[in-house]
Structure formats: C-alpha cells, structure tokens
T-cell receptor, first 114, second 111 residues
C-alpha cells in the first residue's frame, strides 16, 4: 500500500512570493490533515478535511494561507505571500474516518523563505 | 503553559541500554495516547497507541500511561543505533480529532 505522497520535498523561495504544496493521501482515507512543524517542535494542526469539507481550519492563518481538497482526494496548501517566519516543514497526514484511527504522515515539504 | 510538555533532550545512550522517554500533560480530557518516531527529514510514524491508563508492550517498546499523574512514558529495551530518532508523544480526547503533540525528544544510541 502506497503511503502519503507529498511534493515538492524541498522548496526555497524569496519572501513575498507564492508557494504551493501538494498531498496525495492513502487510498480510501477520508480524513486529511495539514500540519506545520517548526524546528525542534511537534507538528501543529493547520487544517483538517473530511472528504471535501474543511471541518477544522481554526489554526490556519487565513490572511495568507489557503487550502483545498477537490474531489475529496488530493489536497493543495498555498501560501501567498510567504514571509520569513513561514520557513518550516509542512506535513500532510491522512486517516480513515473515525477519531481513533491512526494518522499516517507523509515525508513533508521543507520550505525555506529567504 | 503548553498542554503537553516533553523534554527535548538530546538523550545519548550506549547500545543495549534501556531508554525512558516521558511526557506530562495538563488536559484531563485526553484519553488516547500515542508515541511517534521521526527520523531526520521524514514524517512521524506511529509506534504505540494506548487508550486510557495502563501498559502496552510491543517487542522492545513499552508504553505506560498514568492518568492520575498526567504522565506517560515510553521504554525502549536493548536500544539499537537504528533507534536514533526524535520521539514525539501525542494525545487526544475521546471523540476528538485534534491531536496535540509534544515537542519531541532527540535520542542518540551509540554503537
């Protein structure tokens, strides 16, 4: 079974530029999560999708961040414009449907904003 | 104060040692407790998943939960260099999808 796929793995951009990250969850997983992980910290939830619906986006900085999950499968997270403080690893995870199901993480996208 | 506290380490031990990793938490609603292992430049992978209090063993790994003290532990027996990674504790409440992670403890096992 293929795991969670993310691309790109690494991205370097200058501040004020836009950037987008892509995630393909495990087949059959209805729930998709985007996390932010700063150096030396644990992942922090940005947004959670149940199928196409964003059911928890309370931690997403909506002035510059946006996300979508068209057709309830792949998802894209976008930052526009990027700031220096956005440098971090962006992790995508997926799980089946219930609250007790295991989350499976992708390898993450490491973003560096210069 | 963070909901989940975890000593970041680093923790360095010789091969074969017993490793003890710990987290404390403040939210008494947490019922599900997890330990993830994260290798450098990889995503976290689930090691142990326990519900409520008690012990759970899986090979060289044992997870303990003491809800009365709001304290969880992960023990690694016969540690190997391949166990060198960051270990993240995580927890969530019943019916809750939101998982709260600790900051992670970096472990180095020296051959």
């Amino acid at each position: 079974e293929a795991g969670v796929v993310q691309s790109p793995r690494y991205k370097i951009i200058e501040k004020k530029q836009p950037v987008a990250f892509w995630c393909n969850p495990i087949s059959g997983h209805n729930t998709l999560y985007w996390y932010l992980q700063n150096l030396g910290q644990g992942p922090e939830l940005l947004i959670r999708y149940e199928n196409e619906e964003a059911v928890d986006d309370s931690q997403l900085p909506k002035d510059r961040f946006s996300a979508e999950r068209l057709k309830g499968v792949d998802s894209t997270l976008k930052i526009q414009p990027a700031e220096l403080g956005d440098s971090a690893v962006y992790l995508c995870a997926s799980s089946r449907a219930t609250a007790t199901d295991t989350q499976y993480f992708g390898p993450g996208t490491r973003l560096t904003v210069l | 104060q963070k909901e989940v506290e975890q000593d970041p380490g680093p923790l360095s031990v010789p091969e074969g040692a017993i490793v003890s990793l710990n987290c404390t938490y403040s939210n008494s609603a947490f019922q599900y407790f997890m330990w993830y292992r994260q290798y450098s430049r990889k995503g976290p992978e689930l090691l142990m998943y326990t519900y409520s209090s008690g012990n759970k063993e899986d090979g060289r790994f044992t997870a303990q939960v003491d809800k009365s003290s709001k304290y969880i532990s992960l023990f690694i027996r016969d540690s190997q260099p391949s166990d060198s990674a960051t270990y993240l504790c995580a927890m969530k409440s019943t019916g809750g999808f939101k998982t709260i992670f600790g900051a992670g403890t970096r472990l180095f096992v020296k051959a």
